[in-house]
Structures are given as structure tokens and as C-alpha cells.
């Protein structure tokens, strides 16, 4: 067990960014604490054992309007393509959002009723504290409607 711990920690710290990204949707924050726990008891370091830096903390952007829309040109009028501002090729079953430009792309975003999902998509209504997210179909985006939510972003821990 302590070995594999160590392996896991090994990896994260090798991945990087990537390998952060990846192990976001493997770990919760408790689960990712525990390990890191395990792995300081295994190799005697402390608090400051570099892989503290990639436990994932929440942090508030404050509340957003959030809005649902789909692919089809009811939503996306000329921009109906299938592909996102981002360059991302829509498939059925993808979960993002669409954000201002002050939200970078591939930034994941918790939001309540929805989930953690990156920002692969811009729109020309899109601006400030407002939010979009995608569904696959016009009936399911008019369902969600507008909403105010608080949306958390995800970054490292220190």
C-alpha cells in the first residue's frame, strides 16, 4: 500500500499540469488528502512535501447568471458547426460551459447542478458573470433555464 502511494504521488508530481487535470476527476478532495496523508506517514516528510501543492482546493468566483443552451442554430445561429470556440468537436454526452474571456479555456468550473466542467466555448451574450452551459439538446437547455449559482473554480492547494 505504501509503495503504490508513493508510486501515485511519483506520477502526479511527473504529469504536472496534465497529470493534475487527469487525477481531478479521479480523487476528491478528501480521497486526495487521505493519500497525501498516507504518503507523509510513508516517506516521514511533512506539510511540506511537494504533492501538498496538488490537492485541488475549491475557490469562489461569486454568484453568475447561468444560462443553457445547445448545439442546434436556435442557440448558435451561424456558429452551429458542432465545434466550439475553443477548437473542441462537440460529442453527445460532453458536459462544458461558455464563459467570458476573463475565464480562460480548459478552466474547470463547479457549478451546482451541473458539475466541474472546463470552459471549451465563448458566446456573443456571454459577458461578465454570466455563464452557459451546453446540453445536447434545445428541450433539455430550455428545462435548466436561468439560473444564480455561486461557481467555484478549482486550483492548487498550498
Known sequence: MRSSTACMLCL?????????????GDFSQPEAEKLLHEAESATGNDVEH???????KRKSLGFFIVTAYCKGECCCGEYADGITASGWKINKGDLFCAADKMIPFLKVLDIEGYGAVPVLDRGGAIKGNKIDVFFWTHEEALEWGVQEIE???????E
Open 12 to 24: 502526479m508530481i511527473v504529469l504536472g499540469a496534465v497529470g493534475y487535470v487527469k487525477l481531478m
Open 50 to 56: 511537494p504533492a501538498r501543492m496538488l490537492v485541488p
Open 151 to 157: 461557481i467555484f473554480c478549482w486550483v492548487k492547494g
